[in-house]
């Protein structure tokens, strides 16, 4: 199965700073059809998980632009410019690349 | 609108078995795979396995391959997880999940 690490496991920050998450693959998320598979989502308490990029760096509907994605391969970066209140709670990568699925273990972002 | 809705909330006894349906609206049903997704309490999430609706082909995670069946039916829209021979180990919230949309969770509790 894929291994997926995310670091950090928590990450206290202002608000209005900026954010990083990364995540790493044990292995290549390249599909042979020349896509790769990683999206990363927001858990905030209490609710379902929701999608914020997928496919490394697309910004699904309605999400702001302060979020962005990156990568490749086996190293993917997730940022928030500035973060706001809405944004806390618990970041997720996911790849769909291989079967199984594979989640990584979440970085819970919150205030300091 | 994309919408997944889930049963309520179960409670099952140690050694049966409970299942939880998701119905979907908003798009074409057999057009996606429906994932299933376990979060155990104050734990990350866990891709239990995907259906194919249009097929009825299924995938696994191994570790669920024993404890969960996915089934889907197409003329109601609806894809369903049976969770068989329960311990407390399966007490959990149970997503069903496009890659892009999520239900809202069902509790599943394991108690005598």
């Known amino acids: 199965d894929v291994v997926m690490t995310q670091t950090p496991l928590s990450l206290p920050i202002s608000l209005g700073d900026q954010a990083s998450f990364s995540c790493r693959s044990s292995q290549s998320l390249l599909h042979s059809n020349g896509n790769t598979y990683l999206a990363w989502y927001l858990q905030k308490s209490g609710l379902s998980p929701q999608i914020l990029i997928y496919r490394i760096s697309n910004r699904f509907s309605g999400v702001p632009d302060r979020f962005s994605g990156s990568g490749s391969g086996t190293d993917f970066t997730l940022k928030i410019s500035r973060v706001e209140p809405e944004d806390l709670g618990v970041y997720y990568c996911l790849q769909h690349t291989h079967l199984p699925n594979t989640f990584g273990a979440g970085t819970k972002l919150e205030l300091k | 609108e994309v919408q997944l809705q889930q049963s309520g909330p179960e409670v099952g006894r140690p050694g049966s078995s409970v299942k939880i349906s998701c119905k979907a609206s908003?798009?074409?049903?057999?057009?996606?795979?429906m994932n299933w997704v376990k979060q155990s309490p104050g734990q990350g999430l866990e891709w239990i396995g995907w259906i194919d609706p249009e097929y009825g082909s299924t995938d696994y995670a191994e570790k669920f391959k024993k404890k969960a069946t996915l089934t889907a039916d197409t003329s109601s829209n609806t894809a369903y997880i049976q969770l068989s021979s329960l311990t407390s180990e399966d007490t959990a919230t149970y997503f069903c999940a496009l890659y892009s949309y999520w239900g809202q969770g069902t509790l599943v509790t394991v108690s005598s």
């Open positions: 908003g798009y074409t049903f057999t057009d996606y795979v």
